[in-house]
């Protein structure tokens, strides 16, 4: 009996103590039940690659939003003569169901055809179809293809331009970048590229994190370091339109130091071709390296942690105001420095060690660097293509905050864009800023949002910007922006201070236009016109010159005033804290001409740049080194490396801003210069994106992907044979143009005012003559050219004649280079 209490005895102090840690769990998981800590998911969806002549080219990542036409533009597909484009899908574990395709052209609003593949192979992880592309397509021209691609978890679509050319040179260029690519590798296999070199010894060879076509042949070779290229490259035509041919090859180089150990680095190689004359010629090259910095002891030596081989656009570093934590990022990681505590956190990184690398590596995004704080707190944004995670496959921006104390990475905020990853990164760099009072504010696609980061509610503060309408001061934290949708003819400005959210406006006199010109550090620059001031040329209003000019500082208060009898101002120009004018005097109602430049000196404070707390030095091996200065020396044996426990969704939500209409539309065209394999900005100045693109030899596009502008793609001669009747498509369209426009026939009608001379010819090559003003309201024709000579037609006397390039290039220079050219798309 004695037992029997005992044993009873003994389970009821179990039972006891059970109810005591399940109610303690209870208790533990109802307090964290609304917390939701994980680790990043690993990447998931399959990419696809495109066949060119049996080549695997054009790495295709998957998106899980609907893109437009925007991400166009990173690849196009090369279709054989039987327009049967063959693809592969690396699976990576997913099971596909189905295939399909679209093909549109670049505007999309016209559908080519669309088409459910019923065959395709699968094996081993790989699955292969063709695309049986219907012969419905225009020769040499480009148009616009999403696959769409079906798995048991979800449907994903795939971006490609395809083009169905008349020659096979495609195959060429890729396999040209290709082999350079693998024999710049190897000093004496290098020798074989010398021809394609253009070396010259002003040539800045000091870093091996930029190398273009003028460098030594030393530097193409990567100095003497002992290199090799790990794993295959990623070849990805970029773009080809018969002549001319953009490739990019990505690919990893390791280098073997002195004491065999090794550092990889991510390389890219960009290449501009032009076919001519039966060879290939190399018009542009660029090489750009960014050493993958994985906090080894190696990297810390002295007052530095050494980032090694790279450029300045991929390195950023923000200390906490006392000092003791350092951010920085490097390539597309953001890593935290503890001086005190000698511990350095990998707080965000895409890399994986369980993938390949081909979608955890994807280069399509970066990191901003928003404030850091005494308690290690880091905030961040992650922007551009998501390669992992919650959002992977899709585009747009991230709101991080890394809390230290918890070591947990906190999402606040996703706020998704249609925009290709260069353009995203164009409207974060123009305003992205965290305010004092808890507020986020961010650009992005003509709109301005304010983000409260304690109750993620919000609003749009403005909407309908574009190029010329707005300005950001040197530290972000205020904008100025106009009303309407006219650059020239606003009625009012108004100006926001994101730490105050004060709001003010600016406005002139009754029959007055006011226009923001931009900032010098954070005052702001704005001017007045008169709607009596109208200065047109030739039919075309030129702009509303200005009879005066402010500079304000912060309170509104006046510092400056330019205003002098007789003068009017054009353009304004604020850089280094100088401000150029460029000067009219007003020859007659309506008319102007342009007198001089004059430059503002300015005592405002600007900005530190890019690369504070950044430092180089001349390494005798690997050249420019750069570093993140540390206030004290440094032992790497003694430094903790770690990553963030988890990522935390407590407070995450995804921001709708499809409420943010663009009320304000702009009729204006606006056009994007390209060029090194990379997107270089815009401007609504078709002159300002050809300037942007020349140097570069590289093109430019408008808002639909058309190419409207190619340096590469002339030939050496062209004659038109009936220029009158080639310009009807434009002159019937001379009395009502007001500004380059697209028309409904697919005719583009471009103002290529301030374009030179050797610029514009690019038109006459594809068959309609350029319109040149020699007087008012009176024009001549350019019809044709050759390496010595351009032929003029003048409609008024029906007399064609031929000028000297050298002296047609002065004479129209005299004359404004005046010029309306036009092309046609599909």
Same mark, same amino acid.
């Given at each position: ?10 389970? $009821? ?15 533990? &998981? ?6 939701? *800590? ?6 998931s969806l399959p990419v696809v690659y495109t066949k060119l002549n049996g080549k695997e080219i054009n790495c295709l990542h998957g998106y899980m939003q609907d893109m437009g036409n925007q991400a166009a533009r990173d690849s196009i597909s090369v279709l054989p003569e039987n327009r049967e484009l063959g693809i592969k899908i690396t699976e990576y574990g997913n099971t596909i169901t189905g295939i399909s395709y679209e093909v549109r052209n670049l505007s999309l609003d016209r559908l080519i055809e669309r088409t459910d593949i ?30 769409? @691609? ?9 971006? &490609? ?27 004496? #296999?290098?020798?074989?590229? @010398? ?7 002003? !040539? ?46 990505? *690919?990893?180089?390791? /280098? ?24 290939? *010629? ?6 750009? %390296? ?34 003791? *934590? ?16 000698? !511990? ?22 970066? @990191? ?5 704080? !005494? ?15 919650? =959002? ?23 706020? %998704? ?6 353009? @995203? ?7 992205? =800023?965290l305010s004092q009072n808890s507020m986020m504010y961010l650009m992005l696609e003509g709109s301005v949002y304010g983000i409260d980061l304690k109750s993620n509610e919000s609003l749009v503060v403005a909407q309908g910007l574009t190029k010329g309408s707005f300005a950001v001061s040197g530290d972000g934290s205020r904008i100025a922006w106009q009303d309407g949708a006219s650059l020239y003819e606003s009625e009012k400005v108004h100006v926001m201070d994101f730490n105050t959210a004060q709001k003010q406006e600016i406005a ?60 009017? /101002? ?24 342009? #007198? ?23 390494s005798q091996d690997r050249g420019r080194v750069y570093y993140v200065q540390a206030d004290s020396d440094l032992n790497g044996d003694k430094v903790d490396i770690s990553a963030p426990k988890a990522f935390s969704y407590e407070f995450s939500s995804t921001l709708d801003i499809s409420y943010a209409s663009t009320a304000q539309a702009d009729t204006g065209m606006v056009f994007h210069a390209y060029g090194g394999g990379h997107y270089l900005g815009s401007s609504r100045s078709f002159s300002t994106a050809v300037d942007m693109?020349?140097? #570069? ?22 004659? /038109? ?5 080639? %310009?009807?498509?434009? &002159? ?30 690019? +038109? ?23 390496? +010595? ?11 064609? &004649? ?13 004359? #404004?280079?005046? $010029? ?7």
């Open positions: 009996m004695k037992r029997t209490l005992q044993k009873a005895g003994i389970l $009821f102090l179990i039972f006891i103590a059970a109810l005591v840690i399940y109610f303690v769990s209870a208790r533990n &998981t109802m307090e964290k039940e609304n917390t939701v *800590y994980t680790s990043m998911e690993e990447p019923t065959e395709w192979d699968s094996s081993e992880g790989i699955t292969t179809a063709v695309l049986p592309i219907q012969n419905l397509l225009m020769r040499n021209e480009p148009y616009y293809l999403t696959l769409n @691609v079906s798995t048991s978890e979800s449907q994903i679509r795939y971006y &490609t331009r395809i083009v169905w050319p008349d020659n096979n040179y495609a195959y060429d260029m890729v396999s040209l970048a290709e082999e350079f690519s693998r024999k710049s590798l190897d000093y004496e #296999q290098a020798r074989e590229l @010398v021809s394609y070199l253009e070396t010259n010894d002003t !040539e800045d060879n000091s870093s091996l994190g930029h190398v273009t076509i003028r460098a030594s042949f030393s530097h193409l070779t990567w100095d003497g370091l002992d290199v090799e290229m790990a794993g295959e490259p990623q070849v990805t035509l970029q773009e080809f339109d018969g002549i001319m041919g953009q490739v990019k090859v990505r *690919y990893t180089v390791a /280098i073997t130091e002195s004491d065999n150990t090794r550092t990889l680095v991510d390389t890219e190689d960009n290449f501009t071709m032009k076919w001519n004359e039966k060879r290939i *010629y190399l018009m542009n090259y660029e090489r750009n %390296a960014n050493e993958m910095f994985t906090g080894e002891r190696e990297a810390f030596s002295g007052k530095r942690i050494l980032l090694g081989i790279t450029n300045d656009n991929m390195i950023k570093s923000v200390k906490s105001p006392k000092s003791r *934590y350092l951010a920085f990022k490097t390539g597309g990681d953001l890593w935290c420095y503890d001086q005190t505590d000698n !511990e350095l956190v990998r707080i965000f990184t895409f890399d994986s060690s369980k993938d390949d690398g081909v979608r955890s590596r994807y280069d399509r995004h970066d @990191v901003k660097i928003l404030s850091v704080q !005494e308690d290690g707190t880091v905030d961040f944004l992650v922007y551009g293509y998501m390669n992992r995670g919650k =959002y992977e496959g899709r585009m747009g921006v991230i709101y991080y905050s890394y809390d230290a104390e918890k070591d947990t990475v906190n999402e606040k905020f996703y706020l %998704a864009s249609s925009e290709s990853f260069e353009k @995203v990164r164009e409207d974060v760099n123009n305003l992205s =800023y002139g006199a009754e029959g007055d236009f006011v226009r923001v010109l931009g900032f010098v550090g954070n005052d702001l620059i704005y001017g007045f016109s008169s709607s009596g001031d109208k200065w047109i040329v030739n039919g075309r209003t030129k702009g509303m010159p200005m009879y005066a000019m402010y500079i304000v500082d912060n309170e509104m208060q006046v510092e400056s005033e330019y205003r002098k009898d007789g003068i009017y /101002i054009s353009d304004v120009v604020a850089e280094d804290g100088r401000i150029h004018l460029k000067r009219l005097v007003r020859l007659s109602e309506n008319q102007y001409m342009y #007198q001089d430049q004059d430059t503002i000196v300015c005592n405002q404070k600007v900005d530190d740049g890019e690369l504070k707390g950044i430092g180089y030095f001349a693109a020349y140097g #570069q030899m590289g093109f430019v596009t408008d808002g639909n992907q058309h190419i409207v502008w190619d340096r590469i793609n002339r030939g050496p001669i062209r004659n /038109i044979k009936s220029p009158v009747e080639e %310009a009807r498509k434009m &002159t019937k369209y001379l009395e009502s143009f007001d500004g380059s426009r697209m028309y409904e026939e697919g005719l583009i009608l471009i103002d290529a005012g301030g374009c030179s001379l050797n610029q514009i010819l690019y +038109y006459i090559d594809k068959g309609i003559p350029v319109i040149s003003y020699v007087d008012a309201g009176r024009y001549v024709l350019l019809s044709g050219y050759d390496q +010595y000579n351009v032929t003029l037609y003048d409609p008024q006397t029906q007399e064609t &004649t031929k000028m000297g390039l050298n002296d047609a290039t002065e004479y129209f220079k005299v004359l #404004q280079n005046d $010029f309306l050219c036009a092309l046609t798309v599909n």
